[in-house]
């Protein structure tokens, strides 16, 4: 705890990421074993993921909202899915993302929730990260370590397989 403290600059900021350490580092340690079912890989992808969570501390308002609940979470798989394919990456294994992330199911009665719960995960993710928890596309890029142009394509590229979604039903973007 005292390593991550270190890297941050007021006290205002200290006090916050301490109550995110103290609140989700058993939950994040959880979302990381489920997908690396190791114990000393999930420790590492915390420890990248408070990293992250460190230079995202000026955006989060509410230590315990539902958003920056979400936001923990999604750091946490993020880490723990580059983690999974820098391993795949040497063993030359298939990497299927959606294998690895919680699966949810369509709630059935909104058309929206619908076809957002059949879109891949990492565009799920991008779409609920942007308009959802309201971060823009440079605040992601650096959440997601990518370029914001290519965070800006992918935005763009969720929001085509959304309206392709639901192009069926009587929903209009």
């Known amino acids: 705890m005292l390593i991550y403290l270190q890297m941050i600059d007021s006290q205002p900021d200290k006090d916050k990421f301490e ?3 103290h609140h989700y580092r058993q939950l994040m340690f959880r979302v990381a074993k489920k997908i690396l079912h190791s114990e000393a890989e999930a420790e590492d992808a915390v420890h990248q993921a408070l990293i992250s969570m460190i230079k995202l501390l000026h955006g989060i308002t509410d230590v315990y909202s539902p958003q920056t ?6 750091i946490t798989q993020r880490r723990a899915l580059d983690m999974l394919r820098a391993n795949s990456r040497a063993t030359v294994l298939e990497f299927d993302e959606a294998a690895y992330l ?18 891949p995960p990492r565009y799920r993710e991008v779409l609920l990260l942007r308009y959802d928890n309201g971060y823009t596309a440079k605040e992601l ?7 914001e142009g290519a965070v800006r394509k992918l935005l763009q590229r969720a929001k085509e397989a959304l309206k392709k979604q639901l192009e069926g039903s009587d929903l209009v973007l």
Do not use: K
């Open 19 to 21: 109550l995110i350490y």
């Open 69 to 74: 609940r979400s936001l923990v979470i999604l």
């Open 102 to 119: 919680p699966e949810i199911p369509p709630p059935g009665d909104h058309a929206l929730a619908d076809a957002m719960a059949a879109l």
């Open 141 to 147: 890029a650096r959440m997601l370590d990518m370029r």
